[in-house]
């Protein structure tokens, strides 16, 4: 495809309002992606580069939350060895998946996950009663949530913090820090494969991580009260939007 002007400065404008949305409530994947697969990349090309921008956020955000104390890495590292592994099988997998299958698969994965949104409860509304150990979380939610992440991406880090609070019963602050180093792990062991596989579209991915960083210091600077709540509807109505067209695209041109 022609890599232009206008649609670097697309995807750099769709970095900012990612990064803030990542930055406030999470899920800024779900903006991202969508927009690489809008403006034609191929899914694969889509998922790879996508992961470019994700883990230069995660890592920023994991580096904070381990700074202020809210991850013991020392605690949690083979969690972090069983999400990398996981995350790499994932990947591994979806480089091998027929082109026009992804090209299928991925309209139904973008409407489960609208469905997801909007319906699953607010962190703050999640069970709190701890109904794993460590070890059956790790043996259980961290490899599937990592395979997921390695495969497709988008929404991974707010299904490892609802996993987190409700299986685990740790606090929301303790379950987001634990969701970001998790979630750069399996973001950083997607792309070491990607970029093995040469599916990175590196002009498109570097302009989305110069956007990130505006969005998620604006994203950050802001107290929006209902910031959370004005989201979840963007959220399901870009996911929706996407998996439409794809779907016009695939079966009525």
């Not at 890599?3 to 995807?11: D, H, Q, R, S, W």
């Not at 949104?117 to 460590?134: H, I, K």
């Not at 988008?154 to 970001?180: C, E």
Request: glycine residues 12%.
């Amino acid at each position: 495809m022609e890599i232009t002007a206008e649609l670097l400065i697309f995807v750099f404008l769709v970095g900012i309002f990612a990064g803030w949305v990542d930055s406030i409530a999470g899920g800024g994947g779900l903006i991202s992606l969508p927009a690489l697969l809008f403006v034609g990349l191929n899914p694969l090309a889509a998922l790879a580069t996508n992961k470019l921008q994700s883990s230069f956020g995660a890592f920023i955000a994991a580096v904070n939350y381990t700074r202020l104390g809210w991850v013991d890495l020392q605690a949690i590292r083979w969690l972090v060895l069983v999400a990398f592994i996981a995350s790499a099988a994932g990947t591994m997998l979806v480089q091998h998946v027929d082109l026009s299958l992804l090209e299928r698969l991925l309209p139904v994965l973008l409407g489960l996950l609208a469905a997801w949104f909007a319906l699953s409860p607010r962190v703050g509304d999640l069970e709190r009663t701890p109904r794993l150990g460590g070890i059956a979380y790790g043996a259980t939610a961290v490899p599937a949530i990592g395979f997921y992440d390695g495969f497709f991406g988008p929404g991974t880090g707010s299904f490892f913090t609802a996993s987190a609070i409700s299986l685990l019963g740790a606090s929301a602050r303790r379950a987001v820090g634990l969701t970001k180093v998790l979630n750069f792990t399996t973001n950083f062991s997607s792309l070491i494969l990607f970029v093995i596989g040469g599916q990175v579209i590196w002009s498109f991915g570097l302009a989305m991580v110069l956007g990130q960083v505006i969005g998620a210091w604006f994203g950050s600077s802001m107290a929006i009260r209902n910031g959370v709540a004005i989201i979840r509807p963007i959220v399901v109505v870009v996911c929706l939007a996407v998996m439409i067209r794809m779907l016009y695209q695939q079966y009525l041109l």
